[in-house]
């Protein structure tokens, strides 16, 4: 979720690259950079932190250079310093990469034989020097860059110049963003629209496996095969703040369509289908160290959603992997005197890595000598720096104050965890091994149809927009993401939210049934699903209108609800992953059409570093 700008025209680049960072700067940052050529030399400056630091690292610098590229960071392999911001350059190749590199080490370990000399701990360098090693065998610049391509697995978006060349950028993409932007006698290049939009709203999207060469006058277009390919261009009628969002009208909205992508992200590098297994680096080698102590458990601290997502983890990894978890509240947790030492693992989940009562946690937590584990979206954050070992979600910037994209990202490293448990324990069989990681590899394109087909929710949002409470029932795995969705509701659309499990109605929340009383629930094709049915009749039969999640194509569960919204099937512990979004959508919908502050919702901070 890195931030690109190129410029190539008449203009001086400089002030043209930092006006573009500074329009990506809402997309998060730890360290930006840029390069331009001068005389057959390049010009790299970088920073650690915020672009306002390189903004003052480049003040008084004149360049005359009127072709650069810039990038500000958002870290995922290595830390957020100036060695390891972008460009990233080898002799004759400087460049700026949004991604993932999945072999990167693999190629770093071959180019070192080769005598290259690797700077950073990036995945990025490793690019530079790959072409450069194409180039040293003689190939031409285009073709070096090629070739290096068919190399990397994984995901990027790469905008390059080449020492020798002042006159050209080259770009390419497989699987991350880049869009081009045309004007007069000057072309761009952008991880997004808002970097170009005060120059041009004449632009073209590179596809996946497509690259662009930018001159002043002219942009050409390529496959990976160097067969010149053609363009259509695109007028783009938003305005800033639109574009920010991608045209969507809040971040919430466009953070839950981002869903797709960033688990995809998240999987990327770690589900390995040739092996058949899953690569968690030093978490996974903790997590072997924990499986040979006879009374390992684990323990699950979090707060909010992630405390959600902490209890959906509860069932895979109990299940699948046998080992016993509890799941508790940070703030709990902190001033009681939790029965946890050294046969303990402490999961940590946190978005913002920031959050006060996590923290302090962990730090009890390795008092009483666990190893603390962090799930974590925001490197070098507080909690990964005091956890043993973190594992990342790749979400990338979540600005919404609901947390969506950081939840499904966080539940996806958490089911990787149990089935690499699981491995561990030598549990599952070649099928069920296959099976899975087949599944979670699919689970990108399902949720992404469902996020384009979904209908339905209007009629639930007329009818909840003007009441004052509203229930959330379901059952087993979908009891944590019905408090979930009730959580969602109430934070943004300031309702009255509770979530309870189906069986649990009769003891109590039962007594608050009567005519048209709002309740969602998840009845979907599981192993509750007729516990379900029942707990649904029996709340219906006094009065409740039924507004059902649902498996597509479930004719009978339509019959028992007032309302209903269909969801795709999915593997069965995949589950939670499609009902949580339906429940996010709802939450926005009711909220958006009461008129609420939906990404900075009242009295509530994206991370709560205080008590
Ligand atoms: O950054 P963290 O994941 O540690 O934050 C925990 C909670 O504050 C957070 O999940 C909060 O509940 C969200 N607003 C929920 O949408």
């Not at 109430?490 to 499990?501: F, L, P």
């Amino acid at each position: 979720m890195c931030g690109i700008v190129g410029y190539i025209g008449d203009q001086k680049a400089k002030p043209i690259l930092l006006a573009g960072l500074k329009r990506l700067e809402y997309r998060g940052y730890d360290s930006a950079g840029v390069a331009f050529i001068k005389n057959g030399d390049f010009q790299i400056e970088r920073t650690q932190g915020k672009l306002s630091c390189l903004v003052d690292k480049l003040a008084g610098k004149d360049f005359e250079a009127t072709i650069g590229i810039g990038h500000t960071r958002w870290a995922t392999h290595g830390r957020p310093d100036e060695i390891n911001a972008h460009p990233h350059y080898s002799k004759d190749v400087v460049l700026v990469h949004n991604g993932i590199i999945e072999n990167y080490k693999k190629l770093k370990d071959d180019l070192i034989i080769k005598g290259h000399q690797i700077e950073s701990e990036t995945d990025t360098e490793i690019i530079c020097h790959l072409i450069q090693d194409f180039l040293n065998q003689g190939y031409d610049f285009q073709k070096a860059i090629r070739s290096a391509l068919k190399e990397l697995h994984g995901a990027y978006s790469l905008v390059i110049l080449n020492r020798n060349d002042n006159q050209r950028i080259y770009c390419a993409r497989k699987g991350s963003p880049l869009v081009l932007g045309f004007n007069n006698g000057e072309n761009f290049v952008a991880s997004d629209i808002p970097a170009l939009l005060s120059h041009t709203n004449e632009v073209a999207f590179l596809h996946d496996f497509e690259m662009a060469v930018l001159e002043k006058t002219q942009v050409t277009f390529y496959d990976f095969e160097g067969n010149s390919i053609e363009k259509e261009r695109q007028i783009i009628q938003w305005n800033m703040a639109q574009a920010e969002k991608s045209g969507y009208k809040h971040f919430m909205l466009k953070e839950i369509h981002e869903q797709p992508r960033v688990i995809a992200d998240t999987l990327l590098g770690r589900v390995d289908l040739e092996k058949m297994n899953i690569w968690l680096d030093d978490a996974g080698r903790l997590m072997k160290k924990f499986v040979q102590k006879p009374d390992f458990h684990i323990h699950v601290v979090a707060c909010g959603t992630s405390w959600h997502a902490g209890m959906v983890a509860r069932y895979w990894i109990e299940n699948l992997a046998k080992v016993p978890v509890s799941v508790e509240l940070s703030s709990e947790f902190r001033y009681r005197q939790p029965l946890v030492g050294e046969n303990t693992l402490v999961v940590a989940i946190s978005q913002s890595g920031e959050t006060a009562d996590t923290l302090a946690a962990i730090r009890e937590s390795k008092k009483m000598g666990a190893k603390v584990l962090s799930i974590c979206n925001v490197i070098e954050s507080s909690i990964p720096r005091e956890s043993d070992v973190t594992i990342y979600t790749h979400a990338g910037p979540e600005i919404g104050v609901a947390s969506t994209k950081a939840f499904t990202t966080q539940i996806t490293v958490l089911y990787m965890m149990a089935v690499k448990l699981a491995l561990q324990k030598k549990l599952l069989d070649d099928q069920d091994i296959q099976d899975r990681m087949k599944a979670l590899v699919e689970l990108p394109n399902i949720l992404k149809t469902f996020l384009r087909q979904y209908k339905g929710l209007d009629m639930m949002t007329e009818y909840l927009r003007n009441k004052e409470h509203c229930y959330f029932i379901g059952r087993g795995i979908q009891y944590p993401i019905i408090l979930e969705g009730a959580l969602k509701l109430k934070e943004i659309s300031y309702i009255h939210a509770d979530g309870y499990a189906g069986g649990e109605m009769k003891h109590g929340p039962i007594a608050l049934m009567e005519d048209g009383v709002p309740v969602v629930a998840t009845l979907l094709k599981d192993d509750l699903y007729d516990k379900m049915v029942s707990n649904v009749q029996e709340i219906k039969s006094r009065g409740a209108f039924i507004m059902g999640i649902i498996t597509q194509g479930d004719e009978d569960t339509k019959q028992l609800c007032d309302l209903y919204l269909e969801v795709p099937e999915a593997s069965m512990d995949l589950l939670p992953f499609v009902s949580v979004l339906p429940l996010q959508l709802l939450a926005y919908y009711v909220a958006d059409a009461k008129g609420t502050d939906i990404d900075q919702p009242r009295n509530l901070a994206k991370s709560v570093t205080v008590e």
